[in-house]
């Protein structure tokens, strides 16, 4: 549980740097003088296009070096980025660091659920895998909070936001040189089954034995390492349909552009700024909910609630801002759409990735899963600044609300349930096509 946590601060980090961005946001274009489409291009999505990449490649050095070598490349990663970027004179050099820290984003993504789910037991994988989430939504909200008291306070500007990134990073570093390896990679990849022993004797302590057959049985039924077979093409749909309704939920464009969001409602700027961090403190509350939940309702049942929530907040937000109702009216109806985020698609997504594919290709299957997250989350990042600039948001936001329609079906005749199964009997389970699993 311990090890489990302490990788978890890498999801902060993946939160902090996916959020600070927003305070540098409009700073950034004045200051370079950048089209809209220019300025989303590179400011504001050049972050997440080193995310895709990393998520695409991920699963190469999490198979090759090992969980433990790959999370230490990360924390590398965010270290150069946040100094870097913090540092940089114009905007090329500002989206080159800026791309380098996407790369740990993207590449955390992969191994810090794989590595909190091939070291945890069952009966907790969903609240250990949760904790993942947790550390992403506070470091959202300690992104969004640290841009507020530097800018409206300390009066510092868009450096100082970034700059500070580094004390997480130079943390996270630290904490990863202490962990040990995955037992899954030491016994799959490394061969060493007295080193995986030993981390399951205080990992798993009771099922020592048991695991390390489940381990090798299931690797004798896998078909290589190869991920685009027959076998695998349920968990493959599985993936890449949840992590597509992620991006299609529009929340990447409330976290990103929450300001501006709040702008075309009608608040100042200083409202609006505080109102994100509003929107962290919903998001972390909610998050909590949903690690209590996801080991007792299950991923199924949180993704369908929080389809529901996401349906209903879309639906009266592109209401108000077509009647014009107000500002805060649309930020009670944004907060109930982060809420709606939290506790379902938020809470479930990166655990159920790391659950549905094998040992042999559990990285391969996160990483398309990842990959298919951000490479829809840089297309709408790439776009939005010129989409808000020509459209009206009511229509953006009924677009995103038909989106959770379809979302809402895939998790009551798709999806499969997941909690309480050990990763090798999903295996087994998810092999071939079904429509629902119990």
């Not at 599985?238 to 409602?265: D, E, H, M, T, W």
């Not at 990483?367 to 020509?390: E, K, Q």
Request: with cysteine; aromatic share 12%; charged share 10%.
């Amino acid at each position: 549980m311990y090890w489990s946590a302490g990788v978890a601060v890498g999801g902060f980090l993946f939160g902090f740097d996916t959020a600070v961005i927003s305070g540098a946001d409009q700073p950034l274009q004045r200051l370079w003088q950048m089209s809209d489409l220019l300025h989303g291009a590179f400011v504001m999505s050049s972050a997440l296009w080193g995310t895709v990449i990393g998520a695409l490649t991920g699963s190469i050095p999490c198979d090759r070096l090992g969980r433990k070598r790959t999370l230490t490349l990360v924390g590398v990663f965010y270290l150069v980025s946040a100094l870097g970027s913090a540092l940089a004179s114009d905007p090329y050099s500002f989206a080159f660091l800026r791309f380098i820290g996407g790369l740990g984003v993207g590449i955390s993504s992969i191994a810090v659920p794989v590595y909190i789910s091939e070291i945890t037991p069952p009966a907790i994988r969903g609240r250990l895998g949760a904790l993942y989430q947790f550390q992403i939504v506070f470091g959202i909200l300690i992104a969004l909070l640290s841009n507020f008291l530097l800018s409206e306070y300390a009066g510092l500007g868009w450096r100082w936001m970034l700059g500070v990134e580094t004390v997480p990073a130079l943390a996270f570093l630290l904490i990863v040189l202490r962990i040990p390896e995955s037992p899954r990679w030491l016994l799959t990849q490394a061969g060493n089954e007295a080193e995986c022993r030993r981390v399951l004797a205080i990992s798993d302590p009771v099922r020592v034995d048991e695991t390390i057959a489940d381990i090798r049985r299931s690797s004798n039924e896998q078909t290589g390492g190869r991920l685009f077979v027959r076998r695998y093409r349920f968990p493959i749909l599985l993936a890449f349909l949840i992590a597509a309704f992620n991006q299609l939920s529009g929340i990447n464009v409330i976290i990103y552009f929450a300001p501006r969001v709040f702008g075309l409602a009608g608040l100042d700027s200083s409202s609006a700024l505080l109102s994100t961090v509003g929107i962290g403190l919903v998001n972390l509350g909610m998050t909590l909910l949903g690690m209590w939940l996801i080991d007792r309702a299950g991923r199924r049942a949180l993704l369908g609630i929080g389809s529901v929530g996401y349906i209903v907040s879309l639906s009266a937000a592109a209401w108000a801002f077509y009647t014009n109702a107000g500002g805060m009216v649309i930020v009670g109806f944004v907060f109930l759409f982060i809420a709606s985020h939290a506790v379902g698609q938020g809470a479930v997504i990166w655990v159920f990735l790391s659950e549905i594919f094998p040992n042999n290709v559990r990285t391969k299957g996160q990483s398309l899963g990842s990959g298919t997250h951000w490479v829809a989350a840089a297309l709408i990042t790439l776009v939005m600044p010129y989409f808000l600039g020509r459209f009206e948001a009511h229509a953006i936001f009924t677009f995103f609300a038909l989106m959770m329609v379809l979302q809402l079906f895939f998790a009551i005749f798709i999806m499969p349930e997941t909690k309480g199964k050990s990763l090798e009997s999903l295996a087994g389970e998810l092999a071939s096509v079904r429509p629902k699993s119990a």
